[in-house]
């Protein structure tokens, strides 16, 4: 069994300044994380995954995110955000399943 | 690569009446994967298909919900007799290659549907 939580269901963030979204994971089986970006009324599009290797691992737009196995964490973070980072967040995780377990989201909104 | 596309974008339906949704995957594309997302919360597992077989059903799949895939391209979810509960926002997803991780999922904008 495999579930996500999202520890921040809305993170409000000043423009400029850094922001983590917080993501805790618990699976039985190998770990493959991943965070997705949703916009109003669109699909959602991969940030960021995290198979093996390097814990640290970057994505598209800035963000990165950091796999910490003993706290068994994969916070999302980027250093300075811009209005057009203001989206709804999703952690997902994956096990020996195919399919993709996701978190609730978080609602990161960037304000002027 | 003209992303996977979902058809119709909203359906408003009156409960107990049947609703298909359709979703054209990226060509090429053989994996294909419907979502389920209501209102705050993250997309749920609904069925998978690589090429035209169903390889995997959720128990949220219950026996009201029929998936199909002929011919292992576009793919269709059929809802009968539609309750209020099952409003959501349906989401089609391709991915090419033997390994889901390593091919990541491109959603398409999803299908909202309303039921009153």
């Known amino acids: 069994a495999q579930s996500v939580t999202q520890l921040d269901s809305q993170v409000p963030v000043f423009e400029e300044a850094p922001v983590e979204l917080r993501c805790n994971y618990s699976?039985?089986?190998?770990?493959?994380l991943f965070w997705y970006v949703q916009y109003p009324n669109q699909g959602l599009q991969l940030l960021l995954k995290?198979?093996?290797?390097?814990?640290l691992v970057k994505g598209i737009n800035g963000f990165e995110a950091e796999f910490n196995k003993s706290q068994t964490s994969f916070h999302l973070r980027k250093p300075s955000v811009h209005i057009s980072d203001t989206a709804e967040y999703f952690c997902?995780?994956?096990?020996?399943?195919?399919?993709?377990?996701f978190g609730s989201g978080t609602q990161l909104t960037v304000l002027p | 690569d003209t992303g996977v596309s979902q058809d119709p974008r909203h359906k408003i339906t009156k409960r107990g009446q049947n609703v298909t949704f359709r979703c054209d995957p990226i060509?090429?594309?053989?994996?294909l994967y419907w979502y389920r997302q209501t209102l705050g919360q993250g997309p749920e597992f609904l069925t998978y298909?690589?090429?035209?077989?169903?390889?995997?059903k959720s128990r949220l799949l219950s026996d009201r919900f029929s998936a199909e895939r002929p011919k292992g391209s576009f793919s269709t979810l059929e809802i009968q007799r539609t309750e209020q509960g099952d409003s959501a926002m349906y989401l089609c997803?391709?991915?090419?290659?033997?390994?889901?991780?390593?091919?990541?999922?491109?959603f398409g904008n999803g299908t909202r549907l309303t039921v009153t």
């Open positions: 699976s039985s089986v190998s770990v493959y």
């Open positions: 997803a391709s991915s090419p290659g033997q390994s889901s991780y390593n091919s990541p999922l491109h």
């Open positions: 298909f690589q090429n035209e077989a169903q390889l995997e």
């Open positions: 995290y198979l093996s290797g390097s814990t």
């Open positions: 060509s090429e594309h053989n994996r």
């Open positions: 997902a995780v994956g096990g020996s399943a195919r399919q993709l377990t």
